[in-house]
């Protein structure tokens, strides 16, 4: 039922759009339905439920993330390990190809490692 809206008020302007159509919504897995006022009511609460559930849900994940930053963690993908000898290569002047060959990076890769050469971070 959660998956049906993203928030509480997208549930009850789908609930409130089929109910004006004459159809009922009926939750199989649990036998909630819309029908009548008290179905509309437990679905909304429900819905008001979810929402704050993932709301909380994505409070502690920040939570770890910041946590786990402040410990160390790095996040993101690790680096090819053929990047440092690519940068090296590249100092001196080596062609693309020959880069290319010797550390096994990818021509995407090669061009952002020089693309950062030319504009260091500051």
């Known amino acids: 039922m959660d998956r049906m809206g993203r928030n509480t008020?997208?549930?009850?302007?789908i609930v409130d759009a089929c109910y004006k159509k004459g159809i009922a919504i009926r939750f199989l897995e649990n036998g909630l339905s819309t029908e009548g006022t008290m179905g509309k009511m437990v679905i909304q609460i429900l819905a008001a439920v979810a929402e704050a559930e993932c709301e909380r849900i994505l409070e502690r994940t920040n939570e770890g993330s910041v946590a786990a930053m402040a410990s160390g963690v790095k996040f993101g993908r690790k680096l090819h390990s053929g990047t440092s000898s690519a940068l090296v290569l590249i100092e001196q002047?080596?062609?693309r190809?020959?880069?290319i060959a010797k550390t096994g990076i990818s021509r995407a890769t090669y061009f952002r490692l020089k693309r950062k050469q030319l504009k260091p971070e500051t």
């Open 97 to 99: 190809k020959n880069v």
């Open 9 to 13: 008020a997208d549930m009850i302007h």
């Open 93 to 95: 002047g080596e062609q």
